[in-house]
């Protein structure tokens, strides 16, 4: 029998770039009261508070920005109301497992990182 295991929550980010991107990222992070835990990493929750109440949501935002799709684009690929994916991606609606793997074919996710 399989059991379900508890996902670790993220806790650090890794920024790669040049010397002064990741420099201005620093600064930028230190300005949200994030803490660096070494030289090199950063809380992603201390930075984004958000991913602790909505990480699907945040999930589905960022897969959706990576393929440069806006909210309409995505709706017309996967048959799914433009109002629902902002809802979905602001946490008010949950996404489900149907339309998690509608999402995820029109983004090139695994579905289950929307559950």
Do not use: C, W
Not at 13 to 19: A, K, L, N, V
Not at 26 to 32: H, P
Not at 77 to 102: D, F, L, Q, V, Y
């Amino acid at each position: 029998m399989q059991v379900h295991t508890r996902k670790r929550p993220t806790e650090n980010i890794r920024f790669i770039g040049s010397p002064e991107a990741i420099s201005r990222l620093r600064k930028y992070a230190r300005t949200t009261g994030a803490s660096e835990l070494s030289e090199d990493s950063i809380l992603a929750t201390e930075v984004s508070p958000e991913l602790l109440t909505n990480p699907a949501g945040i999930y589905l935002k960022g897969s959706r920005y990576r393929e440069e799709l806006t909210q309409v684009q995505l709706a017309e690929a996967t048959g799914i109301p433009r109002r629902h994916i902002s809802e979905m991606e602001s946490g008010k609606r949950a996404i489900g497992k149907e339309r998690a793997k509608k999402l995820a074919e029109a983004l090139h996710v695994d579905y289950r990182m929307f559950l």
